[in-house]
């Protein structure tokens, strides 16, 4: 299995809302991350997790709140999210943070925030 | 300021015909660089990457070079193939604890039939 499954693959929510994304993976990968991609932009790094302990977070606001219940597991929760906050949400895993392998990434949240 | 450069924002090459998408990187202190292809509305596919203690890795149809004193690197896909067109992004890390992917802006390819 070299999947990382993103559910759901497609959520419109309104400015007042709390969400969830989630992000599965069993390939064993201890990190996984969390992108932000905007139309026609590379994916942005937001969160790193390795160990199922945040080590990254790119000064991201805190309406974004990333959770990793388990090494199979991440979330992102979301609430009072602004539309500019409307993207590509990935989500990736890599076997470790300290030594190069690629990372794996899944189809994504398309998100849109009325 | 961009760590990681593609300053071609597209190119066409034709079938069966070599495809070299170039990149180019600031940080000295990235040692580990990947290529992606990504499909519009899906997740980015990795594709092959290179050690900076190596100068070449080839998978198949595609070989990445990599010029650590000019920090450069190339992707080369021979034969190009229709199903080639995407979007290829550069990425790189430093490979130290805490492993961040940087991303270059993206060569959306096209192979002509």
């Known amino acids: 299995d070299t999947e990382v499954t993103q559910t759901p693959k497609h959520l419109v929510m309104g400015m007042t809302n709390k969400k969830s994304l989630k992000c599965e993976q069993h390939?064993?990968?201890?990190?996984m991350y969390w992108y932000k991609q905007k139309a026609k932009k590379p994916p942005e790094l937001m969160f790193v997790?390795?160990?199922?302990?945040?080590?990254i977070n790119e000064s991201v606001p805190s309406r974004f709140s990333p959770e990793c219940p388990n090494s199979s597991l991440l979330n992102l929760h979301l609430h009072a999210l602004q539309p500019e906050d409307s993207a590509l949400y990935l989500c990736?895993?890599?076997?470790?943070?300290?030594?190069?392998?690629?990372?794996?990434f899944g189809q994504g949240t398309r998100l849109t925030v009325v | 300021d961009q760590q990681v450069k593609q300053n071609s924002p597209s190119l066409s090459v034709q079938e069966g015909r070599i495809s070299i998408l170039n990149c180019d990187y600031t940080?000295?202190?990235?040692?580990?660089f990947l290529w992606y292809k990504k499909y519009p509305a899906e997740g980015p596919t990795f594709l092959i990457s290179?050690?900076?203690?190596?100068d070449k890795n080839e998978d198949g149809r595609f070989t990445v070079f990599l010029n650590k004193s000019a920090k450069h690197l190339s992707l080369h896909i021979v034969p190009s193939q229709p199903g080639d067109s995407a979007v290829y992004f550069c990425?790189?890390?430093?490979?130290?604890?805490?492993?961040?992917?940087?991303f270059g802006p993206g060569t959306r390819l096209s192979v002509l039939p």
């Open positions: 290179i050690s900076s203690i190596k």
């Open positions: 990425a790189a890390s430093a490979g130290n604890y805490g492993q961040n992917f940087v």
């Open positions: 390939m064993g990968h201890r990190a």
């Open positions: 997790y390795s160990y199922e302990k945040l080590s």
């Open positions: 990736a895993s890599s076997q470790r943070t300290i030594m190069n392998t690629e990372a794996f």
């Open positions: 940080n000295s202190m990235f040692d580990y």
